[in-house]
């Protein structure tokens, strides 16, 4: 009887650690000790904390079948577009996690400590920004970063009963980012358990 070649460090649970950054921010850099991913990610690659079901990155790949009428199969399949998104709920309601929802604006910070008071403006049509976002999962075995990335979902953050948590949900359009910083949507790292290949001799 065959039997399937489970891996179990492969299968995978739990949530990470979820960041953002200004558009052009350096990458962090990666390193692996133990088996261990070592992600220096640098101070404006910000955490947002608490999410109500952690991150889902979705890949669509849009296709045409080229047909002919002497056969029933396709005879070719061409690939007219691809997607990507990343979601998640944000469950911090703090100002840089509002600005990251709404694609930017702008935050003024008067005051200091128990007189700290920060207003946000956000931004008209046209202004909005591109950010970064990164991913890190809890056992340092996997890392993802988007270099370019915009919100384009809708926006809901409710008050509701005391036993309500408030959202700010956000679905973000995976982008193409310059050449010059990436010729990809997106960078993979992988430690540990997860990093199986092998390249020929």
Do not use: C, H
């Not at 979705?58 to 997607?83: C, L, M, N, Q, W």
């Not at 128990?114 to 999962?137: C, H, R």
């Not at 790292?189 to 990093?195: D, N, Q, R, Y």
């Amino acid at each position: 009887m065959a039997t399937a070649p489970l891996q179990p460090g492969q299968i995978k649970t739990g949530p990470g650690v979820i960041r953002w950054a200004p558009l052009g921010t350096p990458f962090p850099t990666v390193s692996v000790v133990n088996s261990k991913l070592v992600m220096t990610w640098g101070a404006l690659w910000l955490p947002v904390g608490g999410t109500d079901a952690g991150l889902t990155y979705s890949e669509s790949t849009d296709t045409e079948e080229i047909r002919v009428a002497e056969s029933p199969y396709p005879i070719r399949v061409e690939i007219t577009g691809k997607a990507g998104s990343v979601n998640f709920e944000m469950n911090q309601i703090s100002d840089v996690n509002w600005k990251l929802a709404m694609n930017g604006g702008t935050i003024t910070v008067t005051g200091s400590a128990g007189t700290k008071l920060s207003e946000y403006i956000p931004p008209l049509m046209g202004q909005e920004t591109n950010v970064m976002l990164g991913f890190q999962s809890r056992d340092d075995e996997e890392g993802l970063l988007w270099p370019q990335v915009f919100n384009t979902g809708s926006v809901e953050t409710a008050r509701a009963d005391t036993a309500t948590k408030a959202g700010l949900p956000a679905e973000f359009a995976v982008q193409l980012p310059d050449p010059a910083v990436l010729t990809t949507p997106y960078k993979r790292w992988t430690a540990g358990s997860l990093a199986q290949y092998a390249p020929a001799a």
